[in-house]
């Protein structure tokens, strides 16, 4: 039996990056898991619209933070994000693109396969 992740496309969960440690388990892999409200599970590339568009809403990923193992983040990085920003993102317009094979499956209880393959670098 796999009890491995899948992925929104039904396979095995691929790793968001392997340049930095993203993930809620810093392990490099959009998972869900129970003890992450924040539903880290989009991976996604940064872009310089999204990252001020967190900002703006209270969440600064640029600046690195040593108390959380958080290294800052630039446009071009790739990093998980909580489904529900990428969301409030994708209806403002100015969502970042995502890897679908690194997509934790959860994603689509809040977003359509849909709405993420138009954002989608890997099916491209």
């Known amino acids: 039996m796999n009890d491995r992740p899948r992925n929104v496309l ?3 969960l691929q790793p968001c990056s392997n340049a930095s440690r993203t993930g ?20 996604a590339r940064m872009t310089s619209e999204f990252l001020s568009f967190s900002k703006a809403r209270g969440n600064d990923l640029m600046t ?6 958080f290294p800052g983040l630039h ?12 969301k409030e993102a994708y209806e403002a317009g100015v969502a ?4 679908l094979a690194a997509c934790e499956e959860s994603v689509l209880e809040h977003v359509s396969l849909e709405s ?9």
């Open 96 to 99: 970042p693109p995502v890897v």
């Open 10 to 12: 039904g396979g095995e």
């Open 64 to 69: 690195p933070s040593d108390e959380i193992d």
């Open 75 to 86: 446009p071009g990085d790739f990093w998980c994000l909580c489904v529900l920003r990428w």
């Open 24 to 43: 809620f388990f810093r392990d490099s892999y959009c998972r869900f898991s129970p003890e992450d409200p924040g539903q880290h599970t989009v991976c």
């Open 116 to 124: 993420l393959g138009s954002y989608a670098l890997d099916m491209q």
